[in-house]
Each structure stands twice: as C-alpha cells, then as structure tokens.
C-alpha cells in the first residue's frame, strides 16, 4: 500500500520551523499589546454565505478558492479563507458595537484557498490579522499599516515597499467604473480573455491582472484618484500625508485595486522585495460597507493580514533570525537503576528555569553521549553506577570537555554558575 502523504498545497511545519513561526507570532502578539488590539479565537468554518456576501460572490476567493463542504446537518460549511469576514461577524454576532469604540481585534491561524501552489503559495497557509472595527478616521487607517510596519520592524525585516490607492466608495465608485469601461471598450482586444469577462463584471479587477498584455494597456488607463468624491479624496490625502508624517516608505499605485470586493477608501499592500513572484507579505484596506453586506448594522472597519510563511521566507532571505533554533541545555544521563535520581534531577534543573532533557532507552553511556551532543546539549549530567553509590552527579561542560563530580543535590548550582560563566 502506497504511504498516505499531505495534501497537494499544505505542508508540515516541524521543530526547524515551527520555532521562527512563533518568533513571528510572539512579535505580533507584543505590538498587538502595545497597539491596544485584543486577541480573538474564531472558528475555522463559518457558514459559506458568510464569505459569499462578505468577500462577494464574484472574486476568485469565493468562485474558484473556497473548501466547500455541507455537514451533516446539511449546511454548506466553508473553511475560512481569511478572517476580516469573520472577526465583523464575531464584532455583530457578540454586540460588540453596543461598547465603546473602536474595538481593534487581532487574530492569527490556518487559511485555505484552493489555489495554484508555488513558492509563497499554499492552500493551507497562516495570516496574522490585525482590525479596528467602528471607525471611519483615516488614522485608523494609518494605524493598521503603522501596526504591520511595527511587526516587521521588531522582527529585523527591511526592503519593505508600501503600496497605498483608494478604491472609493459606493457614491464615487460607479463614475470610476464607467470612467475606466469607455476607457476599455475600444480596447477589449487587447485584453486577456479573463480580463474581457470582468469588463462587465467588475472592470477594476483588470487594473490588477499581472498580464503582460493587460498591464501594458492598464498603464495609462485613468487613475481612480481623480474620479474619488470629496470624502474619499480627502479621507486618501489625510491618509498619504499621516503615512509620510511616520517616515514610512510609501508610493502610491493607481493599479492596486485588491481582490475583495468588501474595500471601501483605503486599500494597501506591502511587497518585500525578497519574495520572488508572490511577494506580497501584507494586504488591507478598508471596508466600511462588510456589516451591511452580512446582514448587520453600518459599521465601518479597517484592517491587514500578513502571511506567516511569506515573514517567514523574508525573514530567512534577509538573514534575521537571531539566535537560532533554541536547544535542549542540560541532557541528563542515566543508566539502571539510577532513572529515579535523573527525573529529579531534570526536574531540579527546569524549575530553575534551564532546558533540560533526560535519556529514556536502554543504552550505553557513550550513545547517550552521543545523542545529547546531537541534541545541541551545552551540558551533560551523568548519573552512572558510581554516581548512584556516592549520591554525586558528573557534570560535563561540552564545549571545552572538562568535567567535575559533585554532590547531587549541588548539581544544578554547578550547571547555574557554569552557564552564567558562559554568558558572560
Ligand atoms: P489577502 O491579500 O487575500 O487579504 O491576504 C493577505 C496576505 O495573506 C497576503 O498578502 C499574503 O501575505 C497572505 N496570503 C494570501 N493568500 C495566500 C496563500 N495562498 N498562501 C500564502 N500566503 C497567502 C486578506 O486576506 C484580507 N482579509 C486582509 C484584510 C484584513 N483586509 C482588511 N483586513
């Protein structure tokens, strides 16, 4: 029988990994605390309308992404392909718009889109989120892509570009479409074939196509800046000039139209320039018409979802993580007899805070030895026959081999001092 192996588009992330995602994490979870945003742990499925009326039945998300099934109750379930949907239903469904606000809410965990795999492109992947829910000022705007910025610049990163444009909003937006479909009409033949289906559909989706053909058209195609209402025009030049005020690296793109159709205003991405074709880490935007679209009051929000993997390969591209994978300390070795002793031992040694792990096979010293030098250990207990007889513990520094047996129970002193020397 042939080995049962991962889904095509998701991946194992094991202990040489793992570590650099919570490095990732732990960072947003610092700047979420100094931002004031609160952690929110929402389900994985949501009922499939909430993303179809949410995200907007015609993006790719919703058309070609979703993992669909109907449960055995006979609902149709998606897992959720991302979590702005969700964190606005949450904010309704808990009444959070009856407190004060804004409420700003961040989250992290598993996405799924049936996608075309490659690298930085998976069908299971992880996003932070970050959201301020309840606010129509554009400093909260600023704030979101201050928040991400801050992530990236607590986790090392640089060559970080911001891409910010206005999508507009439902009174300026309809001028923009007819704007831009006089504009295509003469020039539909030029267009992509999936480009000549969203003329109708949604023309400002072809703005954002990647095609060569397409991008060379959309290149002088009229920017939506100049069709934006006051409200709009003035809510992207606060937001421009707030960004600029902070120093950020900021260039407007009158292409960027993202693929959600929630976005009202604001609507951003940031690129690192060490990703390769997928090199968008972060993407947000504005969306003060989602409440509605889910069946809620009008509640304005804003907000960003950074991958994880995609920090991550950043991160590994530009040489940041520090440190290294943290080791095992202190390895304690035993033999027959003296099992009792090394369990305290360890024990001992962790509460004191010092990482430490003990053998628990039958076999010789010296393969303990062994493994505890593979393990990366800077120390080694070893709790022998003789040591047993003597209550002592031989401990041995790995770096320069020296070694000195001592009384048991002053066995955790000795490593404490032998590490502090190292440190210092
Ligand atoms: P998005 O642009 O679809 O926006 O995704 C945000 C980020 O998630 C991307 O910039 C990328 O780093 C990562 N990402 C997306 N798809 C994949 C994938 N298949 N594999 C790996 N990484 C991926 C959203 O999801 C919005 N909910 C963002 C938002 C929050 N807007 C307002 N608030």
């Not at 704030?143 to 607590?154: A, H, K, N, Q, V």
């Not at 504009?183 to 949604?202: I, P």
């Amino acid at each position: 029988m042939e080995a049962i192996k991962a889904p095509k588009g998701t991946y194992d992330v094991l202990g040489s990994e793992s570590w650099k995602w919570a490095r990732v994490v732990n960072t947003a979870r610092s700047v979420a605390e100094d931002f004031g945003f609160k952690e929110a742990i929402l389900p994985i499925f949501e009922h499939t309308e909430l993303f179809s009326r949410g995200i907007g039945d015609a993006t790719d998300v919703v058309e070609k992404e979703m993992y669909t099934f109907t449960d055995r109750g006979g609902r149709s379930i998606t897992l959720r392909p991302e979590l702005t949907a969700s964190m606005m239903r949450s904010y309704l469904e808990n009444g959070l718009n009856h407190g004060p606000q804004p409420v700003k809410l961040w989250g992290w965990g598993p996405m799924f889109r049936y996608e075309r795999p490659q690298k930085g492109r998976n069908r299971q992947f992880a996003q932070i989120d970050f959201e301020i829910l309840g606010v129509s000022s554009p400093f909260a705007d600023i704030e979101t892509i201050d928040s991400s910025m801050e992530i990236y610049r607590r986790l090392g990163l640089s060559n970080l570009q911001v891409l910010i444009n206005s999508v507009g909003c439902p009174k300026c937006r309809p001028n923009y479409r007819e704007t831009l479909k006089k504009f295509f009409e003469s020039r539909l033949g030029d267009l992509c074939e999936t480009c000549r289906e969203r003329f109708d559909r949604n023309p400002l989706r072809i703005l954002d196509c990647k095609k060569t053909e397409c991008g060379k058209l959309t290149d002088s195609a009229p920017p939506v800046i100049d069709s934006l209402c006051d409200e709009c025009g003035e809510h992207f030049r606060t937001v421009e000039r707030g960004l600029a005020k902070l120093g950020a690296d900021v260039r407007v793109d009158n292409k960027l139209v993202r693929g959600l159709d929630y976005y009202t205003k604001t609507a951003y991405e940031i690129l690192s320039g060490d990703l390769g074709a997928q090199n968008a880490v972060c993407g947000g935007g504005r969306y003060d018409n989602l409440a509605e679209a889910i069946g809620g009051p009008e509640v304005p929000g804003v907000g960003f979802a950074s991958g994880i993997e995609r920090i991550v390969i950043t991160m590994e591209a530009q040489g940041v993580f520090m440190g290294g994978e943290p080791q095992t300390e202190v390895f304690v070795i035993s033999t027959a007899g003296s099992e009792y002793a090394a369990s305290l031992l360890v024990h001992e040694l962790r509460a004191k805070g010092i990482a430490s792990d003990m053998n628990f096979t039958a076999r010789s010293i010296k393969a303990q030895m062994k493994y505890a030098s593979q393990r990366g250990a800077k120390f080694v207990c070893i709790i022998g026959e003789d040591e047993m007889s003597s209550g002592s513990a031989t401990v041995k520094n790995m770096s320069d081999g020296s070694q000195e047996t001592t009384p048991r129970d002053l066995a955790t002193a000795k490593i404490l001092s032998w590490k502090e020397a190292l440190a210092k």
